[in-house]
Nanobody
Framework: QVQLVESRGGLVQTGGSLRLSCAAS????????MGWFRQTPGKERELVAA????????SYADSVKGRFIISRDNAKNILYLEMNSLKPEDTAVYYC?????????????????WGRGTQVTVSS
């Protein structure tokens, strides 16, 4: 079993930056592809970014390419999401997720473990 706990999000002005982290329990964290997803009311959960177990491969939603960076520290069991040049449309609840088996994927249904989510609000 893996438990994922996101750091507190917050309120940021347009153009600002914020770094989210996700602390994972479990000795096999380093074997899991990980992802950040986000959701707004009335919409489906969508991929923000995903990273392979080694960190060697990443995938980003088009809407965040060039602005967000996903990374991981397997020695510390932590996943990060660096968010820059934030826009009001980035406002959402952000979730980290882990996939127990398989390769990096961008589909929420492929992930087995989820954090509770953290609210990020970008003011205009």
């Amino acid at each position: 079993q893996v438990q994922l706990v996101e750091s507190r999000g917050g309120l940021v002005q347009t153009g600002g930056s914020l770094r989210l982290s996700c602390a994972a329990s479990g000795r096999t964290f380093y074997t899991y592809p990980m992802g950040w997803f986000r959701q707004t009311p009335g919409k489906e959960r969508e991929l923000v970014a995903a990273i392979s177990w080694s960190g060697g491969s990443t995938s980003y939603a088009d809407s965040v390419k060039g602005r967000f960076i996903i990374s991981r520290d397997n020695a510390k069991n932590i996943l990060y999401l660096e968010m820059n040049s934030l826009k009001p449309e980035d406002t959402a609840v952000y979730y980290c997720a882990a996939r127990a088996l398989g390769r990096l994927t961008t589909t929420p249904e492929d992930y087995d473990y989820w954090g509770r989510g953290t609210q990020v609000t970008v003011s205009s």
